[in-house]
Nanobody, 125 residues
């Protein structure tokens, strides 16, 4: 069983920055890849970024590439999402998720088997 707890959300003006954190329980955090997804009101959940178990490979959606950075600290069982140059369109609930073993497609929600409760990010213009 894995528990994921996000933090760091909040309200910010356009152009500002936020850093999300996701703390994972368990002793095998370094064995699996992690991802961030987001869901705006009335919209489907969409992929934001993912990182391999060792942190050497990352994936980003086109709409955050160059603005967001995913990283992980395996010693702290934590994955981060640094969000810069935020836009009102980035407003959403952000979720971290653990990729299921054996799943290879990083950008789809069905590849992930554990999810956090989400943290709200609101960007005003």
């Amino acid at each position: 069983q894995v528990q994921l707890v996000e933090s760091g959300g909040g309200s910010v003006q356009a152009g500002g920055s936020l850093r999300l954190s996701c703390a994972a329980s368990g002793r095998t955090f370094s064995n699996y890849a992690m991802g961030w997804f987001r869901q705006a009101a009335g919209e489907e959940r969409e992929f934001v970024a993912a990182i391999s178990s060792g942190g050497d490979s990352t994936w980003y959606s086109d709409f955050v590439k160059g603005r967001f950075t995913i990283s992980r600290g395996n010693a702290k069982n934590t994955v981060y999402l640094q969000m810069n140059s935020l836009k009102p369109d980035d407003t959403a609930v952000y979720f971290c998720a653990k990729k299921a073993l054996g799943r290879t497609i990083m950008i789809i929600a069905s590849s992930y088997d554990y999810w956090g409760q989400g943290t709200q990010v609101t960007v005003s213009s």
